[in-house]
């Protein structure tokens, strides 16, 4: 099996341990793996800055290690299953992964961002295939999209991250309703104008198919039902 050096300088990671839409996940030594983009949409580099920040000040990430690579950022190998999985496999309620989304968006949110102290991390892709549910407790991870700026962007990209799967044909479109209706049930920083921001976002994400985009306006007006009764 690959070391993390071996890695970092271009060399064959080890197994394949998963794959998403832009990047494959490989094993490496000592309880690490590598995270290798295949698209270039990202930079590692960057990413893994935000992470190492956000673990200083004890949010829930894997530990990092500089790559010295845009595309290659080496972790904490986690062992757990996703939050999504769990959900599929029953053993967590769709009402509790909602409440656990919230949690870890107020978490977020109260640590301040690197650019100065009024500002805050916003991960803006945090939905339950981005939370491992290690033995310590959550771990998000994938903070692709990472960017400082107002949290109620945060809450809007989730919550529209959920309504598009409500509203689809997908098989777990009944459990993501109370999901989300669970993640915005105690007060939270949902507005107009960052939902609106969060739908233009998501219609412009390169990564989604033309499907995920249509359904980007039923999931919007959902979102809102939650807004006018709020």
Same mark, same amino acid.
Do not use: K
């Given at each position: 099996?690959?070391?993390?050096?071996e890695?970092?300088?271009?060399?064959?990671?080890?197994?394949?341990?998963?794959?998403?839409?832009?990047? +494959?996940?490989?094993?490496?030594?000592?309880?690490?793996?590598?995270?290798?983009?295949?698209?270039?949409y990202?930079?590692?580099?960057?990413e893994?800055?935000v992470?190492?920040?956000?673990? /200083?000040?004890?949010?829930?990430?894997?530990?990092v290690?500089?790559?010295?690579? /845009?595309?290659?950022?080496? %972790?904490?190998?986690?062992?757990?299953?996703?939050?999504?999985?769990?959900?599929? *496999?029953?053993?967590?309620g769709?009402?509790?992964a909602?409440?656990? #989304?919230?949690?870890?968006?107020?978490?977020?949110?109260?640590?301040?961002?690197?650019?100065?102290?009024?500002?805050?991390?916003?991960?803006?892709?945090?939905?339950p295939?981005?939370?491992?549910?290690?033995?310590?407790?959550?771990?998000?991870? +994938?903070?692709?999209? *990472?960017?400082?700026?107002?949290?109620?962007?945060?809450?809007?990209?989730?919550?529209?991250?959920?309504?598009?799967v409500a509203?689809?044909?997908?098989?777990?479109?009944?459990?993501?309703?109370p %999901?989300? *209706?669970?993640?915005?049930? +105690?007060?939270?920083?949902?507005?107009?104008?960052?939902?609106?921001?969060?739908?233009?976002?998501?219609?412009?994400?390169?990564?989604?198919?033309?499907?995920?985009v249509?359904?980007?306006?039923?999931?919007?007006? #959902?979102?809102?039902?939650?807004?006018?009764?709020?």
């Open positions: 099996m690959a070391t993390m050096g890695a970092a300088r271009g060399g064959t990671p080890g197994p394949l341990l998963g794959s998403g839409r832009t990047a +494959d996940v490989y094993a490496l030594d000592d309880g690490w793996v590598l995270r290798r983009d295949r698209q270039g990202g930079d590692a580099a960057a893994g800055a992470m190492a920040h956000l673990r /200083r000040h004890g949010y829930p990430v894997p530990a290690r500089p790559s010295g690579s /845009r595309t290659d950022l080496v %972790m904490e190998r986690l062992d757990g299953p996703t939050m999504l999985h769990a959900c599929v *496999a029953g053993t967590l769709p009402e509790e909602g409440r656990t #989304l919230a949690d870890l968006l107020r978490a977020l949110h109260a640590v301040p961002g690197r650019e100065g102290p009024g500002t805050r991390v916003l991960h803006l892709d945090l939905h295939d981005n939370v491992v549910l290690t033995a310590d407790g959550p771990r998000v991870i +994938d903070w692709t999209n *990472a960017e400082e700026g107002d949290p109620a962007l945060d809450w809007s990209t989730s919550a529209v991250i959920l309504a598009q509203v689809s044909p997908h098989p777990l479109a009944a459990p993501a309703r %999901m989300l *209706a669970a993640l915005l049930t +105690d007060p939270s920083l949902l507005t107009e104008p960052a939902l609106t921001e969060a739908l233009r976002r998501r219609a412009a994400n390169p990564t989604m198919s033309a499907e995920e249509e359904l980007l306006g039923a999931a919007g007006e #959902l979102v809102r039902s939650f807004l006018r009764t709020g």
